[in-house]
């Protein structure tokens, strides 16, 4: 079977992970400040605090922000649930904004409209890799005074005219996966430029808890244990040197399916709009006739080839339309739901496997 994603891992990262193993610390010792210092060198950011995966970078990110109970969040349906399940547990409410049809990123045009005394932050997520309309993101968040967010799980090693993701917002948060840009095999981290925002996020990581003047460990706050382990970051440094090479094989291949894959007339290509360079953290096919899309899952599969669905919307969800989302509803973004198909795409993919992905959907469309 060919995943639709897998981590690439060398014998370096093996390495890497085996010296810490022998070594005296396998938590909270100099791996974690090196991987650390090693995203903000990459990103531009002043300030990195890794965590145990991206869902607690996200609710560190909120509490950070100064999210609580009765705060309204915009955001986008087209995302991973973590992204909203954090601002559920921070007691905030999540209001849905539609998304584009090139990017499949929040609308920025129609944010605005959704604001009101209530609303604390906007929080977008650069699907697949490509990142948002960061400079009118900003330019909203800074006239109605609201914090930005950005998840950017999906686009570490991206940019957006000449500007690396993960320094866009106020904060932004990361996640190393196995099948994201970098892995750690679980971990997170939260970015951000604010001094004060770093001292609470790194404070909340590990359960509020910090030495004082005589050198007793002192709890000043609730806080949660979401540290990451040395082993861990020791194979994100190890993976950290290959991220720009990941991302360029991901192009590669990306090229390779758009030749394959233009002249199939039932399907839509993802694109890249200007400005933008993309992670291509995924590659997302979309079906003309919806009807059409699970019979081409079904088909591929009977290939051995995997594909996957990123994703329903969030307020889909079963626990969603539960619990005050019974009737939400947006055009773009339940169109998309019905018509897209994620398709093989990682740094390790061969290109006789991709040559195969392809000509089975030409099959099919035939």
């Not at 006239?143 to 940019?159: E, F, P, T, W």
């Not at 050198?215 to 244990?225: A, R, W």
């Not at 496997?353 to 035939?366: H, P, R």
């Amino acid at each position: 079977m060919i995943p639709y994603g897998r981590q690439t891992i060398d014998e370096d990262d093996i390495q890497a992970v085996v010296s810490v193993l022998k070594g005296n610390f396998l938590t909270q010792g100099s791996a974690v400040s090196d991987f650390e210092k090693d995203l903000c060198d990459y990103t531009g950011s002043k300030f990195a605090v890794a965590v145990s995966n991206g869902t607690t970078a996200l609710h560190l990110a909120y509490l950070a922000a100064g999210i609580s109970v009765g705060d309204e969040i915009i955001t986008t349906p087209n995302t991973f649930v973590a992204t909203t399940n954090m601002m559920i547990l921070c007691g905030a409410k999540a209001v849905f904004c539609d998304i584009r049809l090139d990017t499949y990123n929040i609308d920025e045009e129609k944010i605005e409209a959704l604001i009101t005394p209530k609303t604390k932050a906007i929080v977008a997520v650069d699907f697949a890799g490509q990142p948002c309309e960061w400079q009118r993101l900003s330019a909203i968040a800074k006239k109605h005074n609201l914090v930005l967010i950005d998840d950017a799980a999906h686009s570490l090693g991206a940019s957006q005219n000449g500007q690396k993701a993960g320094s866009f917002a106020d904060l932004s948060t990361l996640s190393f996966h196995p099948v994201k840009s970098i892995t750690t095999g679980e971990g997170g981290a939260v970015l951000t430029d604010d001094e004060t925002m770093f001292k609470k996020l790194k404070s909340l990581r590990s359960h509020g808890v910090a030495k004082n003047e005589k050198g007793f460990n002192v709890m000043t706050e609730m806080g949660f244990n979401y540290r990451i382990t040395d082993f861990q970051c020791a194979l994100g440094t190890s993976q950290m040197k290959k991220l720009d090479n990941f991302i360029v094989k991901r192009k590669t291949l990306v090229e390779i399916y758009k030749k394959e894959l233009s002249n199939v007339d039932g399907i839509i290509l993802p694109t890249e709009i200007k400005g933008n360079i993309s992670s291509w953290h995924i590659f997302v096919i979309r079906v003309k006739d919806a009807d059409k899309r699970c019979a081409l899952h079904d088909f591929l599969k009977t290939k051995e080839i995997q594909s996957n669905f990123h994703y329903p919307c969030v307020y889909r969800h079963p626990y969603y339309r539960e619990n005050g989302y019974a009737e939400t509803s947006l055009p773009n973004a339940d169109l998309y739901e019905k018509t897209q198909l994620t398709i093989p795409l990682f740094p390790g993919l061969k290109e006789s496997e991709l040559v195969e992905i392809c000509n089975a959907i030409k099959s099919f469309f035939k």
